[in-house]
């Protein structure tokens, strides 16, 4: 189906770094290669890659003679019309993108920390330059969430973007739900698998699911939202009693990434939370990410599938690719500029509204219950349930679950509760969510 | 953000078609005009309406002196550069759809009859003009999937498509199963609530998923797949009771479209099946649609949303007209043409494989079960399970579960059954699905 001419003259692509996604960009255009010059009706080839481990990259089956440890190389090769950055981090992935820009070359990357940081100067340059900058995998590995919110839902105003976009805390999360394991076990099994790394900090702590929610809302909503703009509480204080607590009330727990529109005020945090057992996002398990747009037509989207890995991230880029090859073909690269149009305010934590699950520890005598709940509703804190749990080091074990509540009463609260005599230990906070389909 | 050129520059469309689904247009660029207008960079007006029933169009608030009854009125106007076609059926939107592509104007539709009747046709012709036909609203509402199919997850060998793309059988058999009621009394009560036409059976009967099968499918393996090669069973058969009893076995009953590779010919179909209940289209109740898509590098991933309906296909209608003026604004148009390049058989029915579920009336004396699996065995049937449920009209009611075989051989098996004298009746044959994950 190929005509000569188009065979003759491949789309040419610069790999900066061949780790294991780079690895997986080689791995996909071999073994999908014709399908994809098929579709597109060119090939695709990679004329250069640039890692320092040349016996690294030769191993793979590259041609030793493309692998190269000096950038200017792929930047001056006139043949090279598009960069795919997968190197990751900030320097210098963000000044080789930036020259690239600059250079007339179009620019694909799986660069969430980067996007998320630096996304404002990055698509200034792509916008002035004319070219293009996607970056489909820097979110949800192979789930097109991003071309969604850019292009296919385009018509809606989004109401909310949220979900579960870390799918090291998910499996983390899905196996001490299943198997009543602690937390610490559960990061150990995770790590001894690959799911999470050594030092888990980025993922266990919420770091990585704000910077992915940045993204997703400054899309979703025409507006520049940073990963400093996100309220985030990672879960390293979630207990499988909770968890099993949590079970008991009909929900199930997740490490939430939500970004919501709140009276134009941007809404935007991440932290563990209770949804409802028949909450859409309660069946994805283990390492999947799901993702939930609320459009003000579409109404409810889901997007469901593996959010990171090899494979899948190597799926989005190089479908970036081809759509950035057909733009290059009709000459209209930097057609989809940033949309960053709209200029929102971030909501203060304190005056975002939530439910609230509250396990505490009390003296166990008459008279308590009326207190803690006193306590509450000084703060226009309204109850929906306290259940007594259980004794434990002669204390009365109590869960409370809230009605929706904003999040600066909820605290002042907290607060009155830790200084009465009655309460030994507020054990645990969580957040609910979801009840009411959002 | 509206350059002054842009605002006198607006986007002109001709609506074929003013009723649920094209009131739902004119209600969405009025409710998100502005919106659209920053996203783009220019306005979507409506410049003609073609509708019969002008008093109707005129209650919508749509200025009277664009409603027209003669389509050459639109297809002359030379100021409208995109038709929105949302008139349904196959005459006269096919002729309408020809002549506007032939006339050199882009067509957005969600006909699905048509698409899947006349794509061969329609997307020939635009190609040859060099126009865009966009049809994402033709299946899953306002459900992104063809977009992920022709763009996101290009870079794949799609490997399946299968799911839930008909909200009315969905909800039916959600009832039935969430109730205990039987297909008549749900289907009465879809009809109620206006998710059933008085006529259900182009639902019931399969055909609108079949329809709906064949576009994702030809689009999916770049082959033609028509509504002729899908074998289509509708739920008309399914009660209460194989619900029950599949909910035992630990399965969930959808109406399943699937369409997967087996040995590079193409397996494509529309039937009840039990699916098991940690399967994510499990997950798919009321009228949503679920779609699973498997490709080879991404893996799996599912959609999820409303699948039907004024507002989602609005959603999707309105985001397509937007790709399209983008196109015709950088003179790009028929950017992706048709993707049928691949030769592919389809799998005759007979050799597809599947497991069943048999529901049958045997005497109830000794050697029944024996003389049932020897009909079974020698037809290289092997069963996974046989349960004798109950006692009925004096008989015995044995539900059997077979292992993955040939569909020719279960049905010799089942004649061969028929015609034994201790089978008294087949109650019912229901495949089972996605144990492998697909």
Same mark, same amino acid.
């Given at each position: 189906m190929l005509s000569g001419e188009n065979q003759k003259n491949p789309v040419k692509i610069g790999l900066?770094?061949?780790?294991?996604?780079?690895?997986?960009?080689?791995?996909?255009?071999?073994?999908?290669?014709?399908?994809?010059?098929?579709?597109?009706?060119?090939?695709?080839?990679?004329?250069?890659?640039?890692?320092?481990?040349?016996e690294k990259v030769k191993q793979l089956g590259v041609d030793p003679n493309i692998i190269t440890s000096d950038f200017q190389q792929i930047l001056n090769d006139p043949e090279i019309e598009i960069i795919v950055e997968v190197m990751g981090g900030i320097e210098p992935a963000r000044s080789f993108i930036l020259e690239?820009?600059?250079?007339?070359?179009n620019v694909v990357t799986a660069n969430k920390d980067l996007i998320?940081?630096?996304?404002?100067? +990055?698509?200034?340059?792509?916008?002035?330059?004319?070219?293009?900058?996607?970056?489909?995998?820097?979110?949800?590995?192979?789930?097109?969430?991003?071309?969604?919110?850019?292009?296919?839902?385009a018509a809606n105003k989004i109401e909310s973007v949220s979900g579960i976009v870390n799918g090291t805390t998910n499996y983390i999360?899905?196996?001490?739900?299943?198997?009543?394991?602690?937390?610490?076990?559960? +990061?150990?099994?995770?790590?001894?698998?690959?799911?999470?790394?050594?030092?888990?900090?980025?993922?266990?702590?919420?770091?990585?699911?704000?910077?992915?929610?940045?993204?997703?809302?400054?899309?979703?909503?025409?507006?520049r939202v940073t990963y400093s703009d996100v309220f985030v509480e990672g879960i390293e204080k979630i207990s499988a009693l909770d968890i099993s607590y949590g079970n008991e009330l009909g929900y199930v727990l997740k490490? +939430?990434?939500?970004?919501?529109?709140?009276?134009?005020?941007?809404?935007?945090?991440?932290?563990p939370a209770f949804i409802p057992s028949h909450h859409p996002l309660a069946a994805v398990g283990e390492v999947f990410n799901g993702i939930l747009i609320?459009?003000?037509?579409?109404?409810?989207?889901?997007?469901?599938?593996?959010?990171?890995?090899?494979?899948?991230?190597?799926?989005?880029?190089v479908s970036d690719v081809m759509e950035v090859a057909r733009n290059i073909q009709y000459g209209d690269t930097g057609?989809?500029?940033?949309?960053?149009?709209?200029?929102?305010?971030?909501?203060?934590?304190?005056?975002?509204h939530s439910k609230y699950y509250i396990r505490l520890l009390a003296q166990d005598k008459p008279g308590v219950l009326a207190g803690i709940a006193g306590a509450f509703g000084?703060?226009?804190?309204?109850?929906?349930?306290?259940?007594?749990?259980?004794?434990?080091?002669?204390?009365?074990?109590?869960?409370?679950?809230?009605?929706?509540?904003?999040?600066?009463?909820?605290?002042?609260? +907290?607060?009155?509760?830790?200084?009465?005599?009655?309460?030994?230990?507020?054990?645990?906070?969580?957040?609910?969510e979801g009840e009411d389909g959002r």
């Amino acid at each position: 189906m190929l005509s000569g001419e188009n065979q003759k003259n491949p789309v040419k692509i610069g790999l900066l770094g061949c780790g294991t996604v780079g690895s997986g960009v080689v791995l996909l255009l071999r073994e999908n290669g014709e399908h994809i010059a098929q579709r597109l009706g060119r090939n695709i080839t990679i004329a250069k890659v640039l890692d320092k481990d040349f016996e690294k990259v030769k191993q793979l089956g590259v041609d030793p003679n493309i692998i190269t440890s000096d950038f200017q190389q792929i930047l001056n090769d006139p043949e090279i019309e598009i960069i795919v950055e997968v190197m990751g981090g900030i320097e210098p992935a963000r000044s080789f993108i930036l020259e690239a820009l600059r250079n007339g070359k179009n620019v694909v990357t799986a660069n969430k920390d980067l996007i998320a940081q630096s996304g404002r100067e +990055l698509f200034a340059t792509a916008q002035q330059f004319q070219r293009d900058l996607y970056f489909e995998a820097s979110v949800g590995g192979g789930i097109p969430v991003i071309a969604a919110l850019k292009q296919s839902l385009a018509a809606n105003k989004i109401e909310s973007v949220s979900g579960i976009v870390n799918g090291t805390t998910n499996y983390i999360l899905s196996k001490m739900s299943r198997d009543g394991e602690d937390y610490q076990f559960a +990061l150990s099994e995770a790590q001894r698998l690959g799911y999470a790394e050594a030092d888990p900090s980025s993922d266990v702590g919420g770091h990585d699911a704000a910077r992915k929610i940045s993204i997703l809302a400054s899309i979703a909503f025409g507006a520049r939202v940073t990963y400093s703009d996100v309220f985030v509480e990672g879960i390293e204080k979630i207990s499988a009693l909770d968890i099993s607590y949590g079970n008991e009330l009909g929900y199930v727990l997740k490490l +939430l990434a939500i970004a919501k529109l709140d009276n134009d005020e941007i809404d935007v945090r991440v932290h563990p939370a209770f949804i409802p057992s028949h909450h859409p996002l309660a069946a994805v398990g283990e390492v999947f990410n799901g993702i939930l747009i609320q459009g003000n037509f579409v109404g409810d989207i889901m997007l469901y599938g593996r959010g990171a890995g090899q494979r899948p991230t190597a799926s989005a880029i190089v479908s970036d690719v081809m759509e950035v090859a057909r733009n290059i073909q009709y000459g209209d690269t930097g057609r989809i500029s940033c949309t960053c149009y709209a200029d929102l305010k971030i909501k203060a934590f304190s005056d975002t509204h939530s439910k609230y699950y509250i396990r505490l520890l009390a003296q166990d005598k008459p008279g308590v219950l009326a207190g803690i709940a006193g306590a509450f509703g000084r703060n226009l804190v309204s109850l929906a349930s306290v259940i007594q749990k259980r004794n434990y080091q002669e204390k009365a074990e109590i869960v409370l679950v809230t009605h929706t509540v904003r999040e600066g009463n909820i605290q002042t609260a +907290l607060q009155e509760l830790i200084g009465m005599d009655i309460v030994a230990e507020i054990s645990n906070v969580i957040r609910v969510e979801g009840e009411d389909g959002r």
